[in-house]
């Protein structure tokens, strides 16, 4: 027994001084952690530089677009084609993909030599070969006479502008076809195909074989977003935000990166981890100086590594005796399945026995212990140098989601991968160790990344049929110049219709007067008090006017809260509620016992028959308050003042909030004859003058008119632009038939219009998987507010889909990107069609004054206006395109609701003791 354990001893003891022996021989493969982490910080910022236009042509790891821009979702069905070239076999597959549910294909396949004559003759003949082995393959399966889409899988660096396209930069693994390099190989196996007239193929994808990976495993695990090939070659490809990616037009969504990371120190940044044995092994490959990092990776390279190390020890006379067989002098003897199997747990040093036995090299016991711990060293510094270079592409995923802990998967093929005993235990826990922060999958690909080539023509083809649909929703969105001319000339009809006796009471256009005379001159001074009812906030302002060279505008305000039982109560609740308001303001103030001139900003349609006479033509905005349409909105006031009994007010006008706009930036422009609302409500006021304003006595000086141009298109002028979505939202609103210009233009009915059309995309399954959640089911939980976030520049898609989440809506990267299109459309149209209502505004009044060419300022307030990052850019744009002779300058308004309704106020006191005199 006790000999038994000596000889255990003596061999534990023997085994320990061979590895030390060879740790010290080969301490610069050896790498620690911090090594390593400086590693992955050199690949990160060569993945920076690979993504930027400028520095991308000298940046060694290239980064390449695959123009692949979305992963499986599932929903893929269909039978496809792939070819695969680029390893030691050429293969060829039918890959049919069900849509069960259930994420299933079925794959049949067959493999094709690669004869050296053919991989390193002319470009011609290695696509010829390719063509000839797809047509045995199609003759086999019964497929000739079927048309199929093909994905070619080709495992080179190449140059991509488009998905069905692909420049070869250079040739790498042994590959070396002439004429091929700097051409597109995709037209190469078109022209190649088009000679057998019996087969139909129409390539629609050409990917590389990680990105073909990477979609394989996609389609069986929707958080794969990563690709890695650790085989022959390596390489990796993961999702990157395309806002990032400076060689690719566009921001919008994600397109996957093939980094070609075997090129990584090609400029010498990694010479300081290169060893002897790397240089040698360089000089002696088919493309010197280059894919240096492959070289230290791959299983072309590792065997050779291996017989280097080999050679130079035994030739110092630390292994064999220092006997050098032939075998060992020859070149690429020693092969990556020979250290697999010398690293086997068990069998390893028999097989190492067994190897080293067939080199004539005749190794001692001690001899395979040092062989065997060789393999170790350069198989372990293999797995550590892709888990630096892997986790720089997790911890840049992991930023770019701005997330404290990523969780993902890794699609992983390739034969070292696969077959070295250790390897992918040593790869997984180096990676965890290096970026702890990350939760990360190994899922192995199982069919092959030729697979993944079907895939991505199967989501090229999904795509380019949502495409079709979605395009042909949105397409009743896209105005065309002539339409948009339409509208402005309509609107132009209704303005005339609107102030003409004979006319105006069918007209759409109401074209109120609001005996508002004049605009501000810079005289007016005083204390006013100004209401604004016009949303579910109501405000009192106190406002103080001073005039001369000190001139200036303070204001003092108070909000307050209208309910929505009062809203919707009856006319005597919702007055009472103003003027306790108003009391608690003068207390607050310590005001009660002044009577202060006074204007109320009432924004809703009303029909005055002078300034402090105005009649309720009809509630809008959510207002249902019985009693008082038909009413005077100033009487009821006065009542209601007159039934608290606690103080007094001079209510001297009742003003629209966009007079009061126009009349805030007139106070600052006497060029400002126009006000624009676009916010809650639409609406548009403008001088008018007397002469053509026929409902009102008088022909001279002006009158400013509110056009209340939110029940336009009521008698059905413009049915015509009017969507489905329109109709669907015109239908669920509190005022059926009415308003209809507002509802396609205005903040309180664009959101609605966006779920309408989300609704429709998601029962057409072209979002959220098809399932329409509770949220979306609610009316009006899209707020306008969201798509003035939603379409912000400054927005990347990962907030969109925050914003999405909020709303209970769970959306990927893919349908962001519709959704912000959905909200784009909405928002752009609402923007033109204002746009064209304005021109027609502006071209009046250009008209109006015999001037061949215009100069004015529009006043404009309003959330959407102001908010939305679009909107005033498009709707200046599209009056600029139809009012080309009116130079239009427009004026953002502070607070025309409560300082332009004081402003009213003063003028019209002005005016009045003017005419007293």
């Known amino acids: 027994m006790f000999a038994v354990h000596l000889l255990a001893f003596h061999f534990a ?29 050199r690949f990160q910022a060569e993945m920076v530089k690979g993504l930027g236009r400028d520095t991308n042509p000298t940046a060694t790891v ?108 250079s040739w790498t693994k042994h590959f070396k076809a002439r004429g091929v390099q700097g051409t597109d190989v995709v037209s190469s196996l078109r022209n190649a195909l088009q000679k057998h007239k019996d087969i139909d193929v129409d390539v629609l994808a050409m990917v590389n074989d990680t990105v073909g990976t990477m979609m394989t495993c996609g389609y069986d695990d929707p958080r794969c977003e990563i690709g890695l090939i650790i085989g022959t070659g390596t390489n990796a490809c993961y999702m990157e935000e395309m806002r990032h990616i400076n060689l690719v037009e566009g921001d919008e969504g994600r397109m996957c990166i093939n980094t070609e990371w075997g090129a990584f120190g090609d400029d010498g940044a990694l010479d300081d981890l290169r060893t002897e044995f790397d240089r040698e092994l360089d000089l002696g ?12 990776i791959s299983s072309l390279y590792l065997g050779e590594l291996v017989r280097l190390i080999l050679l130079k020890m035994t030739k110092e006379g630390l292994l064999f005796n220092g006997k050098v067989s032939a075998a060992l002098l020859t070149k690429g003897k020693i092969e990556m399945k020979h250290v697999s199997a010398m690293e086997k747990y068990k069998e390893g040093l028999s ?58 998967t890794v699609g992983i093929d390739g034969g070292l991968y696969k077959t070295h005993p250790q390897y992918p235990k040593r790869l997984h826990k180096v990676v965890r160790r290096l970026v702890p922060n990350c939760d990360v999958r190994f899922l192995l690909s199982q069919s092959g990344s030729a697979k993944g080539a079907a895939m991505v023509t199967a989501v090229a083809h999904r795509l ?29 009809t209704e303005l005339e219709y609107g102030l003409k006796r004979e006319t105006q009471d069918r007209a759409t256009v109401k074209m109120l007067p609001t005996y508002v005379c004049g605009t501000p001159d810079g005289t007016e001074k005083g204390k006013y008090l100004a209401l604004d009812l016009g949303g579910t906030n109501f405000r009192v302002l106190l406002v103080k006017i001073r005039s001369g060279r000190r001139r200036s505008v303070r204001m003092y305000n108070k909000i307050f809260a209208i309910p929505l039982e009062i809203m919707q109560g009856t006319g005597e609740e919702l007055f009472d509620h103003i003027v306790q308001c108003i009391a608690d303001f ?130 059905g002028c413009i049915d015509n632009i009017r969507t489905k979505y329109d109709k669907e939202v015109d239908e669920g609103s509190l005022n059926a038939g009415k308003q209809r210009y507002e509802k396609m233009t205005s903040g309180m009915y664009l959101g609605e219009i966006v779920r309408q059309i989300l609704i429709d995309l998601t029962k057409q399954g072209l979002l959220f998987r098809g399932q329409i959640s509770e949220s979306l089911r609610k009316r009006g939980i899209f707020e306008t507010k969201f798509l003035s976030q939603i379409e912000s520049d400054r927005l990347a898609l990962l907030q969109v889909r925050r914003i999405l989440q909020q709303l209970g809506l769970d959306s990927t990267c893919d349908d962001s990107i519709i959704v912000k299109e959905v909200c784009g459309a909405v928002s752009r149209r609402a923007a ?34 102001k908010l939305h990052p679009h909107f005033s850019r498009v709707l200046q744009e599209t009056v600029k395109e139809l009012a080309p002779r009116c130079d239009v300058t427009f004026m953002l308004s502070e607070d025309g609701s409560g300082k332009g309704a004081a402003l009213i106020t003063a003028v019209a006191k002005r005016l009045h003791n003017i005419g007293q005199k």
Not at 468 to 488: C, M, S
Not at 836 to 863: C, P, S
């Open 13 to 41: 003891k023997l085994k320990e001084d061979q590895i030390k022996k060879v740790d010290r021989y080969l301490y610069h493969m050896r790498l620690s952690d911090d090594v390593l982490l400086d590693v992955m910080a």
């Open 62 to 169: 290239k980064m390449l677009p695959s123009f692949v821009r979305s992963l499986p979702d599932g929903s893929e069905k269909g039978d496809f084609l792939a070819v695969d070239l680029g390893g030691s076999q050429f293969r060829a597959l039918k890959v049919k993909v069900f849509n069960d549910g259930k994420q299933s294909s079925q794959l049949e396949s067959e493999f094709y030599p690669t004869p050296k004559e053919v991989i390193q003759g002319s470009g011609a003949e290695l696509f010829s070969y390719v063509a000839d082995c797809l047509s045995d393959f199609m003759e086999s399966r019964n497929l000739k006479h079927e048309k199929l889409p093909l994905g070619f899988t080709f495992s080179f660096p190449c140059k991509q502008t488009k998905l069905e396209e692909g420049i070869l930069l």
């Open 285 to 296: 490959s088919l493309n010197p100086g280059k894919q240096l990092f492959e070289k230290m």
């Open 351 to 408: 097989n190492t026995k067994e190897i080293l036995t067939e080199l004539n090299l005749f190794p001692s016991e001690d001899d395979c212990i040092a062989v065997q711990h060789v393999c170790t060293i350069v198989s372990f510094r293999s797995a550590n140098l892709c888990a630096a270079a892997l986790a720089a592409i997790l911890t840049r995923l992991r930023e770019n989601k701005k997330l404290l802990r990523l969780r993902t």
């Open 464 to 492: 380019a049929a949502q495409r079709k649909k979605i395009d042909a929703v949105l397409a009743p969105f896209v105005l065309t110049l002539e339409t948009l001319r339409d509208v402005k000339n309509k609107m132009r």
């Open 586 to 715: 003068l207390e607050y103030m310590g005001i009660k016992g002044a009577r202060l001139p006074l204007g109320f900003t009432f924004s809703f349609p009303c029909r005055q028959a002078s300034i402090d006479k105005g009649t309720l033509v009809g509630w809008t905005k959510g207002f249902k308050a019985t009693d008082c349409e038909g009413e005077d909105v100033v009487d009821m006031l006065r009542e209601a003042i007159r039934r608290r009994n606690e103080f007094d007010l001079d209510i001297v006008a009742v003003v629209n909030d966009t007079v009061g706009t126009m009349m805030t930036c007139g106070y600052e422009d006497p060029n400002c004859e126009i006000g624009l609302i676009a916010g809650t409500g639409s609406n548009v006021c403008y001088m008018e003058d007397m002469k053509n304003i026929e409902i009102v006595d008088g022909n001279e000086g002006k009158m400013c008119i509110n056009t209340e141009w939110g029940g336009f298109g009521d008698n």
């Open 832 to 865: 033109q069609l204002c746009g064209a209502g304005l021109a027609a505004i502006v071209e009046k009044k250009r008209e109006n004054r015999g001037a061949e060419h215009l100069q004015i300022t529009v006043g404009v307030d309003g959330t959407l206006y």
